[in-house]
């Protein structure tokens, strides 16, 4: 099976810099996806690592680290629309399916 | 930008009814996935489905629940006597072929409430 942890909740201030870091334990390791998730709505697609480093897409950068199995989503210059849930998820074994972790609340104060 | 429809996005039903939970997928999509969410939890897997039959399931799909592509857009759940734990979000994907790369593309969900 799969663990994923992530932490519960966190707090940062609009402009600032915040890092959501993401462990597992897996077999047969596919990549990993981070989806963030409004209240109420669909998660919808941030970033996918496959390879160990650094993916960056604007505003959002996310690293892999498999020998540890670790990961974290980086968020710069934060606006308060960055408010949500940030979902960690494993891709693994041969098919599509996805195993999300329970997420991190952030919450972006002015 | 393409989307996937679900519809309603908020059935209340009765425990003991059965539901239908419709989705659109994109149309040239070939792969087609079932997830929820229960209040405040996680996003669980339910089942994914290929080429007309069922590719992967989860525990919690038990005799209770089915899908079906019944023509060539719609993509639907169906939980036959609905229990009060049904009660979540449910959400529809669909993937062109791997889902590696660009992730799922989620419909809004149908939030159900069991009674």
């Known amino acids: 099976g799969q663990n994923i942890d992530q932490p519960t909740e966190m707090t940062a201030t609009e402009g600032a810099i915040v890092q959501i870091n993401c462990t597992y334990q897996?077999?047969?390791?596919?990549?990993l996806f981070w989806y963030q998730q409004h209240a109420g709505e669909a998660p919808t697609f941030l970033s996918y690592?496959?390879?160990?480093g650094l993916e960056e897409k604007g505003r959002f950068s996310s690293f892999l680290s498999r020998s540890k199995g670790y990961s974290y989503l980086l968020l710069k210059e934060l606006q308060m629309k960055d408010s949500a849930s940030y979902l960690c998820?494993?891709?693994?074994?041969?098919?599509?399916?996805?195993?999300f972790g329970t997420g991190t609340q952030l919450k972006v104060e002015l | 930008e393409p989307e996937v429809t679900q519809t309603p996005s908020h059935q209340v039903t009765q425990m003991g009814q059965e539901v239908i939970l419709r989705c659109v997928p994109i149309?040239?999509?070939?792969?087609f996935y079932w997830y929820r969410q229960i209040l405040g939890q996680k996003v669980e897997f339910l089942v994914s489905?290929?080429?007309?039959?069922?590719?992967?399931k989860s525990e919690i799909f038990d005799d209770q629940f089915s899908v079906e592509r019944p023509d060539g857009s719609n993509f639907t759940l169906k939980i036959r006597s609905t229990k009060l734990e049904d009660s979540a979000m449910y959400f529809c994907?669909?993937?062109?072929?791997?889902?590696?790369?660009?992730?799922?593309?989620f419909g809004s969900g149908t939030r159900l409430t069991v009674v």
């Open positions: 489905f290929y080429n007309n039959e069922i590719s992967e």
């Open positions: 897996t077999s047969g390791f596919n990549g």
């Open positions: 690592n496959v390879l160990d």
């Open positions: 994907a669909s993937t062109l072929v791997t889902v590696a790369n660009y992730g799922y593309t």
């Open positions: 149309s040239n999509h070939l792969y």
């Open positions: 998820a494993l891709l693994t074994g041969g098919g599509n399916k996805l195993t």
